[in-house]
């Protein structure tokens, strides 16, 4: 038996929805810009506050005076290479002129006795660009000493050259990219860090300024969107598990701010201002995971959004069950990634522990080498933790009935 078919007419054809990216309608962008505004204004008024000048004597640090210089003449040199602690680097001294290219003693040129060693080697040329530290003395006078090559020009066109390949290859989104990088730094240097000297609570500003930082590096990436909105929610809730995670082990150790490095000096100098050392352990973990906790997320949201637009249809179950397969493909490389970081910043220690041969009891029981295990034990954590949090949410917002939101043709155009 022959079953007759029926060819769907325009009208059985799913109309298309809107661009997933195409701009809101007025009335549900602006409350959103405005809200934006808001927290921005809120954000810079915090700022202002935090930073503002503490009564009191300026530091010894703060009173230094460092200006460019260019060595004009080389007078004279006994440096010879140094091979057998030095690795061939030139140890000596150089006496030398420079001349002052800033600062209120401009065009002056001053003598300057440069004393390389095999670490601090400042090993110039005449024409080379130095940094110097002038050094006032009791009757007036004053004498430059070398502090280090000057390094600014170098280091400005490196990141140039990094911003222009992120443009250039990710095109708008790579400038939005550079915009939430802007933003989180200041978040950082004018929130995080003085709001951290002034005695605030450490856990919980870290947790809202990553929270702040995700949501506008997330939107500044993707805008408005269900992706954005879970990948937040992902963002913050993985780094909010990895400080809990840091806390608790912490306590259990016991292991705090007080076993980090420099924490002698902060409590020296930062105690006076209000500074809590205890707890800037947790507060660096949550830092440190931020940024692969933000990309896990953004992944994450973004892969189960195309499945969403490629088949409207797909419930929720199968969605949480494809982001977590995704989840675990990227969670052993975000990982290592961590891992890895901590591993390469603490090189020099880890070469000198097996230089020295140190005990393995010793070296797993030394604060150093706690505070790292913990810091990239917990930042994976909060990566683990990231992936069914972020598919869960994103599989209750993205799932249910829908159209593909490709292009599709307008059958009634031939």
Request: proline share 5%; net charge neutral.
């Amino acid at each position: 038996m022959w079953k007759r078919t029926q060819s769907k007419t325009s009208s059985d054809q799913p109309k298309p929805a809107s661009a997933p990216y195409a701009a809101l309608p007025r009335q549900h962008l602006l409350p959103r810009v405005l809200l934006c505004v808001v927290v921005l204004v809120l954000l810079v008024g915090a700022g202002v506050w935090l930073n503002q000048p503490r009564e009191g004597e300026a530091t010894a640090a703060s009173q230094l005076v460092f200006t460019p210089a260019k060595v004009t003449a080389v007078l004279s040199d006994t440096a010879t290479p140094d091979t057998e602690n030095g690795e061939g680097r030139r140890v000596g001294t150089q006496e030398l002129e420079v001349r002052l290219l800033s600062g209120p003693h401009k065009d002056e040129i001053l003598p300057l006795t440069n004393y390389m060693s095999a670490l601090f080697n400042v090993d110039v040329e005449e024409g080379d660009r130095v940094i110097v530290r002038l050094i006032s003395q009791e009757d007036g006078s004053y004498y430059a000493a070398m502090f280090n090559y000057d390094r600014g020009l170098v280091m400005g066109i490196t990141l140039l050259v990094f911003c222009a390949v992120l443009a250039l290859l990710g095109g708008w989104k790579g400038i939005r990219a550079l915009l939430g990088l802007v933003f989180t730094l200041a978040c950082v240097w004018f929130l995080l860090i003085p709001g951290l000297i002034r005695g605030l609570p450490g856990l919980p500003l870290t947790v809202a300024i990553a929270a702040v930082t995700a949501a506008a590096c997330l939107l500044l990436l993707d805008g408005f969107t269900k992706k954005s909105f879970c990948a937040i929610l992902g963002c913050v809730g993985g780094v909010a598990a990895a400080g809990i995670f840091a806390a608790l082990v912490g306590v259990i150790t016991p292991l705090n701010g007080f076993n980090m490095s420099e924490a002698e000096n902060l409590l020296l100098y930062g105690a006076e201002q209000g500074l809590h050392v205890s707890g800037l352990l947790v507060c660096g973990v949550l830092v440190a995971a931020l940024g692969a906790v933000m990309d896990v997320s953004m992944s994450i949201a973004s892969a189960l959004w195309e499945l969403r637009v490629n088949n409207p249809d797909l419930p929720a179950r199968d969605l949480f069950r494809s982001g977590m397969n995704i989840g675990k493909d990227a969670m052993g490389t975000m990982a290592n990634t961590l891992i890895l970081a901590f591993a390469g910043s603490s090189l020099n220690t880890l070469l000198l522990a097996r230089v020295y041969d140190i005990p393995f009891a010793q070296l797993i029981n030394t604060d150093f080498i706690c505070v790292e295990i913990l810091q990239s034990v917990a930042g994976s954590m909060g990566i683990l933790l990231t992936v069914p949090l972020v598919t869960a949410v994103s599989a209750k917002l993205m799932a249910g009935p829908g159209v593909s939101y490709s292009k599709q043709p307008n059958p009634q155009q031939k």
